[in-house]
């Protein structure tokens, strides 16, 4: 299966704070380094808040873990295939493609 190629390990979201001390964006930092922006636009076709550039930058934070665990999800249900123990809950989930998701997920 294809490997994470972003950023790992911990990292957090943090303010940028403007010489009035307002905040002006978010940004994401790893080991003290800034690795990506998240700011409010109002001027594309679907405008960011403030609001949502911070929804957006900890959903980024959270990306290699969330990829962790659908691959997880992913191997149980492998092994529920390969037992032939076919259920209720199985039988909707294998309408869910991990495989593709993970795969458009390590692939750049």
């Not at 303010?15 to 990506?36: C, F």
């Given at each position: 299966?294809?490997?994470?190629?972003?950023?790992?390990?911990?990292?957090?979201?943090?303010?940028?704070?403007?010489?009035?001390?307002?905040?002006?964006?978010?940004?994401?930092?790893?080991?003290?380094?800034?690795?990506?922006?998240?700011?409010?636009n109002?001027?594309?076709?679907?405008?960011?808040?403030?609001?949502?550039?911070?929804?957006?930058?900890?959903?980024?934070?959270?990306?290699?873990?969330m990829?962790?665990?659908?691959?997880?999800?992913?191997?149980?249900?492998?092994?529920?295939?390969?037992?032939?123990?076919?259920n209720?809950?199985?039988?909707?989930?294998?309408?869910?493609?991990?495989?593709?998701?993970?795969?458009?997920?390590?692939?750049?």
């Open positions: 299966m294809n490997e994470f190629k972003g950023t790992k390990g911990r990292l957090a979201v943090k303010e940028a704070i403007g010489p009035r001390n307002e905040l002006l964006y978010y940004y994401v930092q790893h080991k003290g380094n800034s690795i990506a922006d998240f700011s409010p109002p001027y594309t076709e679907i405008p960011t808040s403030l609001e949502s550039a911070k929804a957006n930058a900890l959903i980024f934070t959270k990306a290699h873990e990829l962790e665990m659908l691959k997880t999800i992913d191997q149980a249900l492998d092994e529920l295939w390969q037992k032939d123990d076919k209720v809950l199985f039988d909707y989930l294998s309408g869910i493609d991990t495989k593709q998701l993970i795969k458009e997920a390590t692939e750049i």
